[in-house]
Nanobody, 125 residues
């Protein structure tokens, strides 16, 4: 059984940076995608970034110049680094994983099977 865990939430001032980490256990797939998503209450879940086990990455256009997704296979951890944070980045952030993703749907939450519990990110002065 795959389990994903994101540590506790964080607050950051506008313009600041943070790194979210997601620890993964039970991942036995040979190939897989790891994704980061975010959701604000009342809004749809939005894909932020995804990484394939080969290292290929995908980003949503709105944030691609400010974020970077990476993985440390030895530590079974996937990271999301976010720079130049804005108040509109405030959301619950989730990591998720899946085996197969249809072409061009790498950031579609419906493609992902296993999810973490989420971590709150608040960007405020």
């Amino acid at each position: 059984q795959v389990q994903l865990m994101e540590p506790g939430g964080t607050s950051v001032q506008p313009g600041g940076s943070l790194i979210l980490a997601c620890e993964i256990s039970g991942l036995t797939y040979i190939t897989y995608y790891l994704g980061w998503f975010r959701q604000v209450p009342g809004n749809d879940c939005e894909g932020v970034a995804a990484i394939h086990n080969t290292g290929t990455t995908h980003y949503v256009d709105a944030v691609k110049r400010r974020v970077a997704v990476s993985q440390d296979s030895a530590k079974n951890t996937v990271y999301l680094r976010m720079n130049s944070l804005k108040p509109e980045d405030t959301a619950m952030y989730y990591c998720a994983t899946t085996v197969l993703v249809k072409t061009n749907r790498w950031l579609n939450p419906d493609e992902y099977k296993d999810w973490g519990q989420g971590t709150q990110v608040t960007v405020s002065s």
